[in-house]
């Protein structure tokens, strides 16, 4: 049977195009939905593919010039003392033409090196992070104890995330929950630091072991690493420093 959200909302929520109650809705649904979610991981290989193929070229800067000189008002000729004016829709024609290329280069430009596929990375925590903060959302298993919340993901995922209570090192675990990120099916580990909540996305991975990347974005510290095939991100609005001692807990 086939499902109508593959077709009818898939693509919009791969294109950033819904808003964040839909996408929120389209993400519970892919928890349930094994035809949405395979064509989703299929959309997101096939994105991650040309990404690094590097099919992307800069346009040549005779192009933009180009572009201004097919808009720009021809120069006038004096005849007379008084100069004639160039027609404001010219103008505006040449200033719309300008922004339209300016937006296009900065959706087409690639971020710095080894970069691109993190900025992707920390948009989509930091998206679930927020989405977990509505009412009734951040946890799917209220426990402090990690041999409750371990026991949880059973049958849920196809990896045993590795679950541990900080509370004495002043990470307390609230509990534990399902999510979505970059169209991959993940485990959440709540944890609090001083009244503030730290969400941990977890999800097996075959790459080779990497070191903590760290970053911000909207307002948000994020910190993801890859340690004995599991990628980690850890994502709050407790300080960096505070971010990377968790981290250091969790690998130790």
Known sequence: MNCELTQSV????????????????????????????????????????????GLYERAPEALRRKIEAQYRAPEPVVIAPVRPRVRPTQWLALAAALILAFFIGVRLLPGPAGRGGQTELASSIVDAHLRSLQPGHLVDVVSTDQHTVKPWF???????????????????????????VNGRQVAVLVYGRRKHVVNVFIWPTKEADMPPQSGTQLGYNWIDWRKGGMEMSAVSDVSAPDLKELQKLLTE
Do not use: N, W
């Open 10 to 53: 898939l693509h919009g929520y791969i294109d950033g195009e819904l808003d964040a109650a839909r996408a929120a809705d389209f993400e519970r649904h892919l928890l349930s939905c094994h035809q949405c979610t395979s064509a989703l991981e299929t959309q997101e290989t096939l994105r991650t593919s040309i990404r690094q193929a």
């Open 154 to 180: 059973d049958g849920k995922v196809d990896f045993a995330p590795p679950v541990r209570d900080l509370a004495s090192d002043g990470f307390p675990l609230q509990g534990g929950r399902l999510d979505i």
